[in-house]
């Protein structure tokens, strides 16, 4: 396969461009896209109306798992009506994936092109997700079809840069590569932190340059974006990660003249849903998940009464998700939406409630690099919160029987945060009494 | 009418046509729209037309082989199903479709479509499957038999059960260590990784 090289060395030889900190080998092959032209058709056709029940397809799609996904062998009663007794099946959770991930990943699946994400998350354990390339490039079609819904004309060719990742964080991998879903268009992943760039002045003049037909990243990512002043002209932009409030939306609609998509996915799920053109609730994406509302102990919620936003379905072949509790609430509408779109909306989505943290000179701090600091210690848990004074509080629950240096850890936190006052405290029973304890929190508003 | 003997039914689905034997579309060298043979055959056996939403799980929603595996099964249980005395019973089509949505794809996820043309006990478990959506069971048999003989070939529930114990460990201990090789290589996010 000949890649054009024109697109990847105007990323790579600008004269502004970052110092990219990693080459990626290209993992899609030609029956990945065969199989990605395949997924288009299929979301392009069969998306539309949805009830509260599964589909024939979601549902045997489950049935195709019992045999062979051990943790749904032990938990799901053999014989059992799935769709009769749909209420009844198990769900699954978040610490099932950070505790016995091994055991979703189906017996017979070929473990050769798996990859590893790490996520942080807000709660709890840091999660590995296990992965397919293949999946992960079914995003870029989803992104199309959000995109298509919000009267964008998204038709990148092989000389333009389809789309830059902005991050903002101390350290990240960054590089540049190409899309072959998208016609081999450029793409790259970008730290917007100076220290990455050549020149104070370079992130402005380099995306400035690449003419990105989109920029995705989260919400921290763009509140620096605003303040570095990029005169970037994208098509438009996604905010990923956790949710961005309607005020920084609106300011980065107007610095960059495009529609802002607030973007609703985990890394365990994959996409979820998009903010609607109007504004007003996420429409479910993907036509080949099944998402259902439950109240606290696992039940139905009432029609239109909040609950967990719960998934069932996905391509991802390594993590078979069977009513999936992402932690996130809200409550589902079916009633037709002005905007056109006939998938069901999510309303009063609440809970990627965005943690973010400030350094004692003012730059952001993203949590992630805080969980960067705090893995290399041996931690059972950790609480780690800033308040609205800028002064931060550690608790720490240390891995019995092993030494922990907390001098070590407090000079690692004293690199990323400056001279802020830092409040230390060992707690052995941490999480003890309140189990959902958050590992992140933060006083500090986005917009501040 | 043919009597309804395990060894006359074996014989019936091993002079399976070819078009039922033919690879479905959507695949390479794909020639029969399984969607297609399943609408014609829910409308002969229950007298209404299938609800598009049923039809919509008759086609193939990935290029992979597990899914080629489940509509080449499907084929062998139409082909079943067609049989005159199972086509005049009537099944009830909650029953079939539960069948077909749901115990079929189970089947075809631990079980190759070929073997139940070459192996008698995986044609014995898809007649017997069959048989039951259709409210049927073998001459001489009584419901209690049947449902008996039915757990004795069951493929699912075997490997359910080696799903759920030894085989587990072994391969828990295979992906853990994949995972962390693979975690160390800080896998490329593209576009968004959420
Ligand atoms: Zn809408």
Redesign the interface.
């Known amino acids: 396969m000949t890649l054009p090289a024109g697109v990847l060395l105007r990323m790579a030889e600008h004269p502004d461009a970052p110092r990219f900190n ?1 080459v ?1 080998q290209e993992l899609l092959g030609e ?1 990945d896209l ?2 990605l032209d ?1 997924y288009r058709g ?1 979301l392009a056709s ?1 998306r539309g109306r949805r009830s509260t029940s599964p ?3 979601i ?3 489950v ?8 943790l749904l ?2 938990t799901v009663p ?1 014989g059992m ?3 009769r007794g749909w209420d009844e099946l198990p769900t699954t959770t978040r610490t099932d994936v950070a505790t016995r ?3 979703l ?1 189906p ?1 017979d699946v070929d ?1 050769a092109p ?5 996520t942080a998350g807000t709660t709890g354990h840091p999660l ?1 997700v ?2 397919h390339p293949r999946a ?2 079914s ?2 079609i989803l ?1 199309e079809q959000a995109l298509a819904r919000h009267g964008v004309a998204f038709a990148p060719g092989g000389e333009d840069v389809a ?1 830059l ?1 902005l991050g903002a964080q101390a350290s990240t ?1 960054t ?1 540049a ?1 190409t ?1 072959p879903a998208w016609h081999h268009a450029g ?1 790259a ?1 970008l730290n917007l932190r100076p220290t990455e760039w050549p020149r104070p002045d370079s992130p402005r003049r380099y995306l400035g340059d690449m003419a990105p037909h989109l920029l ?1 990243g989260d919400p921290i990512s763009f509140a620096e974006l605003l303040r570095l002043d990029v005169r970037a002209r994208p098509l438009a932009a ?1 905010s ?2 956790v949710a961005m409030s309607s005020g920084l939306r609106q300011r980065l609609s107007l610095a960059l003249g495009c529609p802002v998509i607030d ?1 609703y ?3 365990e799920t ?2 979820i849903a998009y903010l609607c053109a109007t504004g007003e609730g996420y429409h479910l994406l993907p036509h ?1 998940l099944h998402v259902e509302v439950l109240d606290g102990p696992g039940r139905p919620a009432a029609p239109g009464e909040r609950g967990e936003i719960t998934v069932t379905g996905g391509r991802n072949p390594y993590l078979p998700l069977l009513r999936y509790r992402t932690g996130d609430w809200g409550r589902l509408a079916f009633d037709p939406c002005p905007c056109g779109d006939p998938m069901p909306r999510i309303l009063d989505l609440e809970g990627r409630r965005p943690v973010l943290f400030r350094a004692a000179d003012g730059t952001l701090v993203n949590p992630v690099d805080v969980s960067r600091v705090l893995r290399r210690h041996p931690l059972v848990r950790h609480h780690f919160a800033q308040h609205a004074d800028g002064g931060c509080e550690l608790a720490l629950r240390p891995l019995p029987g092993t030494p922990l240096d907390t001098d070590a850890l407090v000079a690692e936190l004293a690199a990323l945060l400056g001279a802020v006052d830092l409040e230390l405290r060992i707690d052995p029973t941490l999480g003890d009494r309140d189990p959902k304890l958050a590992a992140y929190a933060s006083e500090l508003l986005l917009e501040e | 009418m043919t009597s309804l003997t395990l060894s006359a039914l074996l014989r019936w689905l091993r002079e399976m046509p070819g078009a039922f034997r033919a690879q479905p579309v959507g695949f390479p060298g794909g020639e029969v729209r399984v969607r297609a043979v399943l609408a014609d055959l829910w409308e002969e056996v229950t007298g209404q037309p299938a609800p598009p939403a049923l039809l919509a799980a008759f086609e193939a929603q990935s290029d992979g082989k597990t899914e080629r595996n489940r509509l080449r099964l499907l084929l062998a249980a139409a082909h079943i199903l067609w049989h005159p005395t199972l086509r005049a019973s009537r099944p009830q089509p909650e029953r079939l479709r539960r069948f077909l949505i749901q115990e079929l794809p189970a089947m075809a996820a631990v079980v190759p479509a070929d073997s139940v043309l070459d192996d008698e006990e995986r044609g014995e478990e898809l007649i017997r499957l069959a048989l039951r959506a259709a409210g049927l069971h073998l001459e001489g048999e009584t419901a209690h038999d049947a449902e008996d003989r039915l757990k004795q070939v069951d493929s699912v529930e075997r490997h359910r059960v080696l799903a759920e114990a030894a085989q587990r460990e072994r391969r828990a201990r295979e992906v853990r260590e994949a995972m962390a090789r693979k975690a160390a290589e800080e896998a490329a996010a593209k576009v968004t990784r959420e």
């Open positions: 990693r990626v029956a065969a199989a395949r299929e069969r589909s024939p397809e549902l045997q799609t049935a195709g798992w019992l045999p062979r996904v051990p062998a032990c053999a009506d799935f769709e991930v091994w055991e990943v017996t473990l798996m990859i590893v994400y790490r590995l296990p992965h992960v490039a995003y870029q992104l789309c990742l991998v590089y590569t899309l793409f992943k995705t996604v990923t990660a973007w996915s985990l890394t994959g996409p080949d």
